[in-house]
């Protein structure tokens, strides 16, 4: 088990710098999902505690001991990479064992150390056969099986759900979380999936353009974002932005009595609510939405709709069966639940 | 005639397979007919009668045999020594940094453009200085290092598709720069490597102008051949068995080895492609 702790990190390519002064600590044991969009960085991150990317500047220290420029194999991590990157000449059983072979181990402990890997993710099976001859759910196993195989004191996942289909991922997600309340390892995690950070996380680091943008737990990021692009970010379906104004400490919205006390100078911003926000239906009058498209997923259903002026929203209604494409309905939420943010996109906090 | 290729096609491929063959089968002819009916050509049915004779006396008349495992010690070395070489120098090439390695690398490549021929008096005055001169080495060291400006070139263009993630599994699994290379670069190109070195044994084996040059008392059979070749006897029959000898090997190797150039990347890192 391991502290990492990344002070004044930074990475560039010739002149183009990629990561800028970026310091994060990551706990004892927790669950960490680095989160972006692709190109943040947040690969690249990860390759630079992995050891397999030169640091440019900063430290990146593992218990406390600086590790810049130690061996991945010295500094006690395993990775689990996006096409698993299993050796195709080597059985299931060889490409777990690599590791401990490279390391000197005797065949017996090497085969007693398979064995138990391969009993606790039930690829015991497959241990004769080729990569080349199992499923994509399969190799992700196996390629998990050579990472819990040694015992490292950090894992770390480079997107490694991206190329399952969407049952798969799913399924191998809910054994990723298992696997870290099993080991009580620290893992840090890369996915521009905001639901697999969501759900698996401890703690998300939202990136972005090689900074960070908030870090928290998935509630804090949900219910507290700090700007707009982590508020649009976190949550599905994603946060909707309305344009308004602020005149003389008041939020006006165009076809929409709705008003509130902000502070700030006069000028455009943005109102954010979630879908899951928003009430159909009479008396909840905040805005009119025309209806474009209804999509029922059994358990509720989203509306795709526009305002009058345009702007595009997604609302839940839940309880609202019967609706369809050219209702215009009226929607409302409830002030608490809104967001407000600044042209720049930074966070406006309500004056209480 | 879907499914068939028209007439004219095979009767085109046919006649020139023809062409090809029939010096091969004149050789075969009169290597078992005795020389006194082939004078006029090999072709003449005026007298036929068959004989192993030449078969036999060739192996007294000149040091064929000698000759023969001359030069499978020669191919087979330079073989080797271009395979288990080659992979290396490409994966040091594209996977790891050093200094001078693009520099390094565009000379060796360029060594395709030196003909054999400008090097071979340089070579020569380098070698008696060294005391090589009828030493293996003389041919050895060029065979090798000649051919590493195809086969680095060939085997490098192979590993430009080789999954870098295994690379880099590697690295967090323990292996060092060479260890990586024994247990997960080498293992997945073995395809290019015996591309590398089937065209490798055929050159060597077939190689004339360094052995006649630099060696004396040991000569492979290319060069016996032109021995034998330039004397003034009349040994249409036993020529033709040495030219048979010679050709039979590479001819085998080319048979039995053909589908390895036809074979492509065999690597996958297990990802659905």
Known sequence: ?352 | MIGRAPFWTTALVGIVALIWIVPILGIVVTSIRPPSEVTLGWWRLDQVSFTLSAWQRVWEAYPLANAFWVTAQLAGMATIATMLLTPAAAYAFHFLKFPFRRLLLIIIINAFVLPQQVVIIPLFQLWRELGLIDNFLSVLIPYVGMSFAWSIFLVKNFLEDFPRELIEAAKIDGCGALSTFRHVVLPNTLSPVFAVGILQFLWTWNALLLPMLYLRSNVPLPVLLTRVSGTYDVNWDLRSVAAIVTTIVPLVIFLVFQRQFASGSQTRTGAKE
């Open chain 1, 1 to 352: 088990m391991a502290h990492v702790e990344l002070a004044g990190i930074s990475k560039a390519y010739g002149a183009v710098e990629v990561i800028r002064d970026l310091d994060l600590a990551i706990e004892d044991g927790s669950f960490t999902v680095f989160v972006g969009p692709s190109g943040c960085g947040k690969s690249t991150l990860l390759r630079m505690i992995a050891g397999l990317e030169p640091i440019t500047g900063g430290e990146v220290r593992i218990n406390a001991r600086r590790v810049n420029e130690a061996e991945p194999i010295e500094r006690g991590v395993a990775m689990v990479f996006q096409n698993y990157a299993l050796y195709p000449h080597m059985t299931v059983e060889q490409n777990i064992g690599f590791s401990l072979r490279m390391a000197g181990l005797s065949k017996s402990a090497i085969s007693q150390h398979v064995a138990e890997a391969a009993r606790s993710l039930q690829i015991e099976p497959l241990l004769k056969r080729r990569p080349a001859e199992l499923s994509g759910g399969q190799r992700q196993r196996v390629a998990i099986g050579r990472a819990i195989v040694r015992q490292p004191e950090v894992f770390l996942f480079d997107e490694p759900l991206s190329n399952l289909d969407a049952e798969l991922r799913v399924s191998m997600r809910v054994e990723i979380a298992r696997l870290h309340q099993r080991l009580g390892s620290t893992m840090i995690y890369v996915t521009h999936d905001q639901t697999e950070a969501m759900t698996l996380a401890d703690k998300i680091v939202v990136m972005r353009a090689g900074r960070i943008e908030q870090a928290g737990s998935p509630d804090d990021l949900y219910e507290d974002p700090a700007n707009s692009f982590v508020a649009g970010f976190i949550g599905s379906p994603r946060m909707n932005f309305i344009p308004a104004q602020l005149r003389a400490g008041r939020l006006e919205v165009a076809g929409s009595p709705f008003t509130a006390a902000l502070p700030g100078a006069d000028g455009p911003i943005q109102l954010g609510i979630r879908p899951e926000h928003f009430t159909v239906g009479e008396g909840a009058a905040g805005f009119s939405l025309t209806v474009d498209v209804v999509e029922n997923l059994g358990g509720t259903r989203f509306l795709y709709g526009t305002l009058a002026d345009g702007t595009t929203l997604v609302v839940e209604a839940r309880d609202r069966p019967g609706l369809k494409a050219g209702d215009v309905v009226p929607i409302g939420f409830a002030p608490e639940r809104a967001y407000y943010f600044d042209a720049d996109g930074a966070r406006i906090r309500k004056a209480h």
